[in-house]
T-cell receptor, first 112, second 113 residues
Framework: DQQVKQNSPSLSVQEGRISILNCDYT??????FLWYKKYPAEGPTFLISISSIKDKNEDGRFTVFLNKSAKHLSLHIVPSQPGDSAVYFC???????????FGKGTLLTVNP | DAGVTQSPTHLIKTRGQQVTLRCSPK?????VSWYQQALGQGPQFIFQYYEEEERQRGNFPDRFSGHQFPNYSSELNVNALLLGDSALYLCASSLGQGWETQYFGPGTRLLVL
């Protein structure tokens, strides 16, 4: 039972264009969502988060949008840079639950 | 600051053996979580330790056990290894439950033959 789904295993975009990574969830108890970036041979690195009381959070080139009714969130990267090439994981937590539930990840490739 | 360190980096074991993985948290962090990442999958939560006690556990059998020491470092033990235990084991440390402060180590790659 996969509660956090990233249905696109990979995404390829041109440098300077927008990258949109999508994530769907099924557990309505999730109230906090995070995006992590992972380079090969490194652990995931926290990128940006959003609480369920918001529908948008922005940090520089990165914006996360949350649509609670659709149980969907997306990460926008504008403009995309070659250094953004990595695997991006969507993760979620529920209330005082201490565990994070991750999606399978999306490999983003930004071509120069 | 060395960040989160894990040892060993790679490990090969055979079915039925036991393995111990180690994690040193980032300086100042008091909470350690362990995750298993199988090939092509996202990390799966195993358990979390805080104040030397297991605070929460994911859907993993009792073969998976852990320990946290007074200096906040942690060990993950897996008994009676199965082929399916082959994975990258990630340790993450944080200050309390602050998700934004959670730092992951590079992981230990375990191969069970």
């Amino acid at each position: 039972d996969q509660q956090v789904k990233q249905n696109s295993p990979s995404l390829s975009v041109q440098e300077g264009r927008i990258s949109i990574l999508n994530c769907d969830y099924t557990n309505s108890m999730f109230d906090y969502f995070l995006w992590y970036k992972k380079y090969p041979a490194e652990g995931p690195t926290f990128l940006i988060s959003i609480s369920s009381i918001k529908d948008k959070n922005e940090d520089g080139r990165f914006t996360v949008f949350l649509n609670k009714s659709a149980k969907h969130l997306s990460l926008h990267i504008v403009p995309s840079q070659p250094g953004d090439s990595a695997v991006y994981f969507c993760a979620a937590s529920a209330g005082s639950n201490y565990k994070l539930t991750f999606g399978k990840g999306t490999l983003l490739t930004v071509n120069p | 600051d060395a960040g989160v360190t894990q040892s060993p980096t790679h490990l090969i074991k055979t079915r039925g053996q036991q393995v111990t993985l180690r994690c040193s948290p980032k300086s100042g962090h008091d909470t350690v979580s362990w995750y298993q990442q199988a090939l092509g999958q996202g990390p799966q939560f195993i358990f979390q330790y805080y104040e030397e006690e297991e605070r929460q556990r994911g859907n993993f059998p009792d073969r998976f056990s852990g320990h946290q020491f007074p200096n906040y470092s942690s060990e993950l033990n897996v008994n009676a290894l199965l082929l399916g235990d082959s994975a990258l084991y990630l340790c993450a440390s944080s200050l309390g439950q602050g998700w934004e402060t959670q730092y992951f180590g590079p992981g230990t790659r375990l191969l069970v033959l």
